[in-house]
Structures are given as C-alpha cells and as structure tokens.
C-alpha cells in the first residue's frame, strides 16, 4: 500500500488543492485499502472452496 500512495502523490496533491483536509484524504486511502482487502479475500475463499471440491 505504501507504493500505491507513492504512486499516487500527485493525485493526492490535487485532493489537497481543491480543498480535501488530511482526514479526508487518509480516511479515503484507508476506506479503498479496506476494500481491495476484503474484495482480494472474498475471491481467496471461493477459489479455495472450488478447489476444494475438486482435490
């Protein structure tokens, strides 16, 4: 995550300019770290339940 902020400088400079306070900005970062964790997770588990049923 920490490369994906790096990445992502300039377009957390633009949130800053146009009026976004720090909250807002890592409230933002930690919502959208959340999803793409729960999203990855969601995918593992019926993977591994499909592969479950077929070993």
Do not use: P
């Amino acid at each position: 995550m920490s490369q994906a902020i790096r990445e992502r400088t300039s377009e957390l400079g633009v949130l800053k300019s146009i009026g976004y306070s720090d909250q807002k900005i890592m409230l933002f970062v930690i919502l959208e770290s959340m999803f793409i964790c729960v999203f990855g997770s969601l995918i593992g588990i019926m993977i591994a339940f499909n592969f479950s049923n077929i070993f």
